[in-house]
């Protein structure tokens, strides 16, 4: 998927799931799942989130291979676990909400994901081109859906 379409899905998750979690800043929270929603791109040398991480992410887009651990369940888990120990629970369900809308996004495509890369090859696959017109329609369907939420 395209990033707008992370960030439309990883919205759309938020919208879904928000009022199952309480306990601190929503904007924060919302910012957190759109942040975890473009992450696990950091290790594609195109990406806008590899380009905005500066260093780290020339660094990490060089060291590991597009769609392999930062696109694996172990890396949004890690994450999830590092939040938990160094902020709280609150904010570490943001991340992992953001990074599950992300793996599902890519997991639609036919380019799939090995989503328990390392320890599987096995690749879950999609029929949605990226950039195509499936994707459109999603990220228009999804339009709609953050639209109803207003009203």
């Known amino acids: 998927m395209l990033f707008h379409t992370h960030l439309m899905i990883g919205l759309v998750f938020f919208l879904l799931l928000k009022d199952y979690f309480t306990g ?9 799942v ?14 806008k989130m590899k ?3 500066g260093i780290i992410g020339s660094i990490i887009s060089y060291l590991f291979k597009h769609r392999g651990i930062f696109h694996s369940i172990f890396m949004g888990l890690g994450l999830f676990v590092l ?22 996004g890519d997991i639609i495509t036919p380019m799939g994901l090995k989503l328990f890369y390392p320890l ?32």
């Open 24 to 32: 601190g800043n929503e904007i924060l929270f919302l910012a957190l």
């Open 51 to 53: 380009k905005a991480s």
């Open 83 to 104: 939040f938990i120990v160094f902020w709280n629970s609150y904010y570490a369900f943001a991340i992992l909400i953001g990074y599950g809308s992300h793996l599902f």
């Open 120 to 151: 599987s090859d096995f690749k879950i696959r999609g029929p949605i081109r990226v950039g195509g017109l499936g994707e459109w329609v999603i990220l228009f369907g999804m339009g709609l859906v953050v639209l109803k939420s207003f009203f």
């Open 34 to 47: 759109l942040l975890g929603s473009i992450f696990p791109d950091i290790d594609d040398g195109k990406s």
